[in-house]
């Protein structure tokens, strides 16, 4: 018997609660119970229930990044290793490089899984005098412009 290839509510539920749970959808798709990467990108394509349980799958997928984050950070369990013929304690920074990437992966993937809860928001207003809107002008109109009184050739 082969992979399940016609869309079913039963098998769209099964991988959002697995991915929900943390589990990629590649890693899903491996599962030789389940459908192959194509086709839930096909049942994606064509179908809006599907789509939204699905992002709200991601959605959860990037709140348990989020707190794997958290984890990673607090664990200071590997952070510095004892020299065993001296006694000497050091960090390592082997170990240390090493969490702060298992962080950086995490923080880039739950914001690209979750823009509006996770993603950099990098967003300014600027406005006039008394919140007025900007006037904006053209390079030909600045040029183009006559010269205020007082400010010409002197």
Not at 135 to 152: D, H, N, R
Request: hydrophobic share 40%; charged share 30%.
């Amino acid at each position: 018997m082969g992979r399940p290839s016609d869309y079913s509510p039963e098998l769209a539920v099964l991988i959002c609660a697995r991915m929900g749970e943390g589990e990629s959808l590649r890693s899903i798709c491996r599962d030789d119970a389940m459908p192959a990467l194509s086709t839930v990108f096909r049942w994606l394509a064509g179908d809006k229930a599907f789509q939204d349980q699905y992002a709200r799958a991601m959605d959860a997928r990037a709140t348990l990044l989020a707190e794997e984050i958290l984890e990673i950070s607090d664990d200071r369990s590997g952070d510095a290793v004892t020299d065993p013929e001296t006694g000497a304690v050091r960090m390592d920074a082997e170990f240390v490089a090493r969490s702060r990437l298992r962080v950086d992966s995490r923080k880039w993937l739950a914001a690209r899984m979750s823009p509006k809860k996770y993603g950099d928001k990098v967003t300014q207003e600027i406005s006039g005098p008394d919140g007025a809107a900007v006037q904006t002008i053209t390079k030909i109109e600045l040029v183009a412009a006559p010269i205020p009184e007082g400010m010409g050739e002197g």
